[in-house]
């Protein structure tokens, strides 16, 4: 099992930044596949950011140059920093884990999540 706490959620206006951190613990954290979803109410749950073991990251095309995912094995711990926010960004936001997550970009591929952290971008 891979337990998975968020953190880092909050309110900011427009243009503004937050880092979101991802605690992992169980197992070895190094050797997993760790991703970023966000969630709006109604919606389905939507791809943010990837990271791979090799160091290979992936992002939507709705964040990429804003958003930057990344990952310190020493304290099992993934990041994702977001910049220049916008009120789109506006969800709450879900960390992921998986030994392969071979269809990167899709939620099923992940399983364990973390409970999920807010993020609210005001315009």
């Known amino acids: 099992q891979v337990q998975l706490v968020e953190s880092g959620g909050g309110l900011v206006q427009a243009g503004g930044s937050l880092r979101l951190s991802c605690a992992a613990s169980?197992?070895?954290?190094?050797?997993?596949?760790m991703a970023w979803f966000r969630q709006t109410p109604g919606k389905a749950r939507e791809f943010v950011a990837y990271?791979?073991?090799?160091?290979?990251?992936y992002y939507a095309d709705s964040v990429k140059g804003r958003f930057t995912i990344s990952r310190d094995n020493a304290k099992d711990t993934i990041y994702l920093q977001m910049n220049s926010l916008k009120p789109e960004d506006t969800a709450v936001y879900y960390c992921?884990?998986?030994?392969?997550?071979?269809?990167?970009?899709?939620?099923?591929?992940?399983?364990?999540w973390g409970q999920g952290t807010q993020v609210t971008v005001s315009s």
């Open positions: 169980g197992r070895t954290f190094s050797r997993y596949a």
């Open positions: 992921a884990a998986d030994q392969y997550a071979r269809i990167y970009y899709l939620p099923d591929a992940y399983n364990f």
């Open positions: 990271w791979w073991t090799g160091g290979n990251t």
